[in-house]
């Protein structure tokens, strides 16, 4: 028996454009499923290093909100869950080809990151 999604990709949407905290980074809603939620993070030139790299906070950023998300597909809107410990690693010259977009998809279970 299949079980409905305790939110809508419209609810989703919404509150990615609402929120104070997202809106800034342009999130967009690319596919729901139940725990799973994937983010498309469109390309600023704000979020460029020197260097032309992509900013760490903005990868960690897309990585909490495509969790807190997917936890919404659970839980449903009103769901107070919030992010008390999320880990990065500095990596070398990570090698993030620049595109038009960035995915990032939340799962209960891992954050797998998606480029072009």
């Known amino acids: 028996m299949h079980t409905p999604l305790a939110v809508t ?21 690319s596919t729901i499923a139940e725990g799973a939620c994937t983010l498309h993070v469109p390309f600023q030139a704000a979020f460029e ?3 032309g790299l992509i900013s760490g906070q903005v990868f960690m950023a897309a990585a909490d909100v495509a969790m807190w998300l997917a936890i919404m597909t659970k839980l449903g809107t009103t769901d107070q869950s919030v992010t008390v410990e999320l880990t990065t690693a500095f990596l070398y010259r990570f090698p993030v080809v620049m595109e038009k977009f960035l995915a990032l998809r939340g799962e209960p279970s891992m954050i797998l990151l998606q480029t072009g």
Do not use: I, W
């Not at 990709?9 to 809603?29: C, I, M, P, W």
């Open 9 to 29: 990709a419209h609810e989703l949407q919404q509150l990615l454009s609402d929120v104070a905290f997202t809106k800034n980074y342009g999130f967009r809603l």
């Open 49 to 51: 290093r020197p260097g």
